[in-house]
């Protein structure tokens, strides 16, 4: 079946850095790509919707400053959370949809020291 | 407002033993509900993906129902193996342009032997 690719897995950085996350549709191309956030014990909150050759499309309340999409292939879409602060560590997590649906990366868990 | 609530919070239960999670809905125009199992600290896998015709769809040992006419869904599993520990998320499909993925918060499920 269809696979998307989410790495890292983890990462670990310090307040002021950039972090940049990946997600790659292995088998299969992606001119949509999601972005959500997940805070424990809670939903999946959708950040913005990445299209491949266009710019991305923020929900309300997400700084699109902050979270930087480039989808700049079919297979690639990448998401950087620039300057980040301890709040925004979070369990960050792409999907792509496909002919079964939506399937999803396996998280990165972004810890902000 | 389009809004999924799923039912209990959490549970525990002995291995081998079987469960009913809950998932009621608000979404319309109702387009499809999925459940997803996920796995702590990794990403949502697709279990079952029902339509607004069908009342029952299976995927081994996990059994999924709609009640269109009610707006229920419930996931039913059977003979609860210590690897069903997991977070089981309820997701509804809203006809509508573009994204329009409603998530439920999920059921915390832990198999104990």
């Known amino acids: 079946g269809a696979v998307v690719s989410q790495h890292p897995s983890w990462v670990i950085c310090k307040s002021g850095t950039s972090v940049k996350i990946e997600c790659r549709s292995l088998d299969f191309q992606a001119t949509t790509m999601f972005w959500y956030r997940q805070f424990p014990k809670q939903s999946l909150m959708l950040m913005a919707t990445?299209?491949?050759?266009?710019?991305?499309?923020?929900e309300q309340g997400v700084e699109k400053d902050k979270f930087l999409i480039n989808h700049a292939s079919l297979t690639l879409s990448t998401l950087t959370v620039t300057s980040a602060h301890p709040e925004d560590s979070s369990f960050y997590i792409c999907?792509?949809?496909?002919?079964?649906?939506?399937?999803f990366g396996s998280g990165t868990r972004l810890t902000v020291v | 407002k389009n809004q999924v609530e799923q039912s209990p919070q959490s549970l525990i239960i002995l291995e081998g033993k079987n469960c009913t999670l809950q998932?009621?809905?608000?979404?319309?125009?109702?387009?499809?509900l999925r459940w997803y199992k996920q796995d702590t600290g990794r990403g949502p896998v697709s279990l079952t993906i029902m339509t607004f015709s069908e009342n029952t769809k299976s995927n081994g040992r996990y059994t999924a129902t709609l009640d269109a006419d009610t707006k229920q869904s419930s996931l039913h599993i059977t003979a609860s193996q210590l690897s069903d520990s997991a977070s089981y998320i309820c997701v509804v499909s809203a006809k509508q342009a573009g994204t329009a993925l409603i998530f439920g918060k999920g059921t915390t499920l832990s198999v104990s032997s």
């Open positions: 990445s299209n491949e050759g266009s710019k991305a499309t923020y």
């Open positions: 998932c009621n809905y608000t979404v319309s125009p109702f387009s499809n």
């Open positions: 999907s792509a949809t496909t002919t079964g649906g939506y399937t």
